[in-house]
């Protein structure tokens, strides 16, 4: 079993800044890759970033050189750091991860609860 704990949402002023966090936790799996997916009102859900088990990451157009990836093995988490915020950057941003079982050797893809981003003045 695994699950993913998602923390960091708010409400922020455009040119703000956020750090969105996500947690797993389990036992008897290994993370793979994980990304940060966002669904705004009335739009379909989108990769906002991704991040390999090595370390190899890549971004949606729109937030390049603001949003930053990583992760953190050791705790089993993965971040994003939102610099630059603007209003369209309001979503539902959701953690995703491919989690491997180690005694069936099996991939299992696994979704947090999602976190409110809302960048109003």
């Known amino acids: 079993q695994v699950q993913l704990v998602e923390s960091g949402g708010g409400l922020v002023q455009p040119g703000g800044s956020l750090r969105l966090s996500c947690a797993a936790s389990g036992s008897a799996f290994r993370l793979d890759a994980m990304a940060w997916y966002r669904q705004a009102p009335g739009k379909q859900r989108e990769l906002v970033a991704g991040i390999s088990s090595g370390g190899s990451t890549n971004y949606a157009d729109s937030v390049k050189g603001r949003f930053t990836i990583s992760r953190d093995n050791a705790k089993k988490s993965v971040y994003l750091q939102m610099n630059s915020l603007k209003p369209e950057d309001t979503a539902v941003y959701y953690c995703?991860?491919?989690?491997?079982?180690?005694?069936?050797?099996?991939?299992?893809?696994?979704w947090g609860q999602g976190t409110l981003v809302t960048v109003s003045s």
């Open positions: 995703n991860a491919n989690a491997r079982r180690l005694l069936t050797s099996t991939y299992l893809e696994v």
